[in-house]
T-cell receptor, first 111, second 113 residues
């Protein structure tokens, strides 16, 4: 099992809809979880991080963490065409220093 | 602040050539990282450093070397370039580990022919 798994997509949603991006991880001791957005040809930029079970909201974005299920998700409300990008899930393991990244999910929001 | 800067932006190498990818950050971050990203793939850690004079291997270190003589600079050296090293290379830095944001540079697109 890969350490961090994401559905590569593409995930296609209409403008104004909710986009749901999912990520599972294998190391049960993982401590911190990050969602990065990467536009084509650009570098990743942090959207949110979460380290406690439950939901964390920031504007149109909500991160959800369930450590028992080893599952983290990102919800994007009122999706806009400008949200079209690849979303990378990253996990900091208990004993690690650097982040372990998933392959990313490509989101396409159509107007 | 310029953040994390990388040079060059693009480079084409011939098999067997060597080169150094430069990375500089002006945020006084202790931690610095080198990743590579192949098409359709996530980021894979090559090397990282927790401070000047301290470096450690990541997931894919073979064919690369690093040094960290100052807090600001973290160059990545490719010796004997191979086609398998064709990739986009990102340098990143963070204040510390844990729930701390990693800031990424703009990347270097390297092609080895």
């Amino acid at each position: 099992q890969k350490e961090v798994e994401q559905n590569s997509g593409p995930l296609s949603v209409p403008e104004g809809a909710i986009a749901s991006l999912n990520c599972t991880y294998s190391d049960r001791g993982s401590q911190s979880f990050f969602w990065y957005r990467q536009y084509s040809g650009k570098s990743p930029e942090l959207i949110m991080f979460i380290y406690s079970n439950g939901d964390k909201e920031d504007g149109r974005f909500t991160a959800q963490l369930n450590k028992a299920s080893q599952y983290v998700s990102l919800l994007i409300r009122d999706s806009q065409p400008s949200d079209s990008a690849t979303y990378l899930c990253a996990v900091k393991r208990q004993a690690g220093t650097a982040l372990i990244f998933g392959k990313g999910t490509t989101l396409s929001v159509s107007s | 602040n310029a953040g994390v800067t990388q040079t060059p932006k693009f480079r084409i190498l011939k098999i067997g050539q060597s080169m150094t990818l430069q990375c500089t950050q002006d945020m006084n971050h202790n931690y610095m990282y080198w990743y590579r990203q192949d098409p359709g793939m996530g980021l894979k850690l090559i090397y990282y450093s927790v401070g000047a004079g301290i470096t450690d291997k990541g997931e894919v270190p073979n064919g690369y070397n690093v040094s960290r003589s100052t807090t600001e600079d973290f160059p990545l050296r490719l010796e004997l370039a191979a086609p398998s090293q064709t990739s986009v290379y990102f340098c990143a830095s963070s204040f510390s580990t844990g729930a701390n944001e990693q800031f990424f540079g703009p990347g270097t697109r390297l092609t080895v022919l």
